[in-house]
């Protein structure tokens, strides 16, 4: 259950995000199999999506030519499009002569052609498809060029510090890069999009009335348990990269590699990744605390005292076999003046392991109290006059 130390005094705290570890499917955390992976990629990272946890990292700041990854970005201005109802998966695209002109993995679009948005973001998802990339890209920003602009600014929004982007499809050109660390940002981006993963888990599908073939460049889709996506990427330059998503139970990841030598070494990387993740963390309930909190005394309210309630986050990611050391620091303001909200933050709960901060999150009111004034002091009397 944890334990709990309750501290008075202090006045209320900003609400954190919960920052903790990742989770679970595998055995018990510390065993020797268990360990960091031997990782040949000159630069990866493994994130936990909802926190934004990094739980291995090597070189993940490093400046690289993300190739094909760029279409997450891509991908992120569309699905936000969708989501804002500026375009529709019915919206039909017309190829235009420089999305056709695109070199690499292609759908072979014709200059005319129309091809619906839905359509467009499955060859793009699944087939890595330059030429469909560029439509949309078109479509949303009115040219590739300005559709660019859409991307680096939604990427500084995002905090992507080290990504410059110059096309949006990810063939080679001089100055667009990102990082490890940048791309797992946007990745988990796309993720919160639900939407995305019908089309980042598909493995074999068709356009053009079954004219078209499409298999997805990311066979961890076909072959790895729980795996949502999400996109790769390889150009002479950047060589074989990976960004590859999986979920199992409550737990999500996320799995950068870059500049693999072959694309076995990817894959092979991203599940190394992903297993160590799954085998070493877990998401658990935070220890419950309610029956520690009692009531604050309110100043001059027309009530004495306000009840409070914890507003604790669903599941906080702790490795294996810690969950029982979790421990809840209660810290509750002493008395609060009126008026007083209800949902009003009067304290908080620190959850800790091993001495270190794990999550942290509000303590709430959980009714409002009005202020006492002349008027509500005649309205209370005159309520208890007539209940006499």
Not at 123 to 128: D, M, Q
Not at 273 to 301: H, K, R
Request: proline share 4%; glycine share 8%.
């Amino acid at each position: 259950m944890g334990k709990f130390r309750q501290v008075k005094g202090i006045t209320a705290l900003a609400v954190a995000l919960c920052m903790v570890l990742s989770g679970p499917v595998l055995v018990h955390a510390g065993s020797e199999e268990d360990g960091p992976p031997a990782i040949s990629a000159p630069s990866y990272l493994l994130m936990e999506p909802v926190t934004g946890k990094v739980l291995l990292e090597s070189n993940a700041d490093e400046a690289r030519s993300p190739a094909s990854i760029t279409k997450v970005m891509t991908l992120l201005l569309t699905m936000e499009a969708l989501d804002e109802g500026r375009i529709q998966e019915e919206d039909m695209v017309t190829a235009t002569e420089h999305a056709c002109s695109m070199n690499g993995s292609q759908i072979w679009l014709e200059p005319g052609e129309k091809m619906a948005v839905r359509d467009l973001i499955k060859a793009v998802a699944v087939g890595s498809a330059n030429d469909a990339a560029v439509a949309l890209a078109e479509h949303l920003g009115g040219s590739e060029e300005a559709f660019v602009e859409l991307m680096n600014q939604r990427a500084k929004q995002l905090g992507m510090e080290n990504t410059v982007f110059h096309n949006a499809s990810g063939l080679d050109e001089e100055g667009h890069v990102s990082t490890a660390r940048d791309i797992a940002i946007m990745s988990c981006q796309l993720l919160s999009h639900e939407k995305i993963k019908e089309y980042s888990t598909i493995w074999m599908d068709e356009l053009r009335a079954g004219k078209t073939q499409l298999v997805n460049t990311n066979r961890l889709v076909r072959f790895y348990e729980g795996a949502t996506g999400l996109k790769t990427g390889t150009t002479d330059t950047a060589g074989c990269c990976l960004s590859a998503s999986a979920s199992r139970g409550e737990l999500s990841l996320v799995a950068v590699v870059l500049g693999c030598k072959t694309d076995d070494d990817r894959f092979a990387d991203a599940r190394s990744l992903l297993d160590y993740g799954f085998a070493n963390f877990t998401f658990t309930a935070p220890p419950e605390c309610s029956q520690e909190l009692g009531e604050i005394q309110v100043l001059d309210g027309v009530s004495q005292s306000v009840g409070v309630v914890p507003n604790p986050p669903a599941g906080v990611l702790v490795e294996k076999g810690t969950e029982k050391s979790l421990e809840s620091e209660v810290e509750l303001m002493e008395s609060v003046q009126a008026p007083v909200q209800q949902g009003q933050q009067l304290g908080t709960v620190t959850l800790t392991l091993s001495g270190e901060t794990v999550c942290t999150y509000p303590i709430l009111a959980e009714t409002s109290v009005e202020k006492m004034t002349i008027w509500t002091a005649m309205g209370f009397f005159f309520r208890q006059l007539i209940q006499l």
